[in-house]
């Protein structure tokens, strides 16, 4: 299986596909898409994804092109390796809340892009003053964080496809110092030291690749 993502400093959606194969021992190859050089130029990643979009995942010549979608094939196709919880229950919340990831928070995501490499924690005290919506939409998702099994725990119990979803959450959350609970705290610490996630985080850090209207807020500082 190849799997194709685009650079691991700025990809959120790159990152959840990425770090639930890595999590799970899942065999695949990667396969590096570099962001076009303007935001507007669109087209690059179509070579692979009629839809333009990363992450991509091609299965002999079987293509499937969106997260959820990727993450739903990768269970059915190992279901040995328990991607989703065991529980009926668990695992129907566990597919609520990614689910929820999938199509929630764009206030998240436009106000604080994901950045692995930058500290934007005074810019982030501007965008938190000055936006309700982020506030809104940060206790959602500790709400979400807040309710798992244990402070000890992910977020269903045992790593799962739903961690995944999170993750580039925890990262924007530091990277932008959002303020958040003790708890939730907790829960950005387990993540973001999850082998899978450290290895990630490692490659961008080691990527001295720089898509400038991803650092926009390195020029605000």
Known sequence: M???????????????????????????????????????????????????????????????????????????????????????????????????????????????????????????????????QLHEELTRIEKIWLERPDVNHFLCGDFSIADTFYAPIAIRIKTYGLPVSENTQQYIDKILNHFAVKAWIDDALNDPTLVDYYEIHTENE
């Open 2 to 132: 190849k799997l194709f993502i685009a650079q691991k400093n700025y990809s959120s959606w790159s990152m959840r596909t990425w770090i639930l194969f890595k999590a799970f021992d899942l065999p695949f190859q990667e396969v590096l898409m570099h962001y076009p050089n303007e935001k507007k130029q669109g087209g690059v990643f179509k070579e692979i994804n009629p839809a333009g979009k990363v992450p991509a995942l091609l299965d002999d010549d079987f293509l499937i092109w969106d997260t959820l979608a990727i993450a739903e094939y990768l269970a059915e196709k190992f279901p040995e390796k328990k991607l989703w919880p065991i529980d009926f229950k668990t695992r129907t919340r566990a597919r609520c809340i990614s689910a929820e990831m999938h199509s929630g928070f764009p206030y998240l995501r436009e106000l604080c892009s994901m950045n692995i490499r930058a500290n934007f924690q005074n810019i982030g005290k501007k965008i938190w003053a000055e936006n309700i």
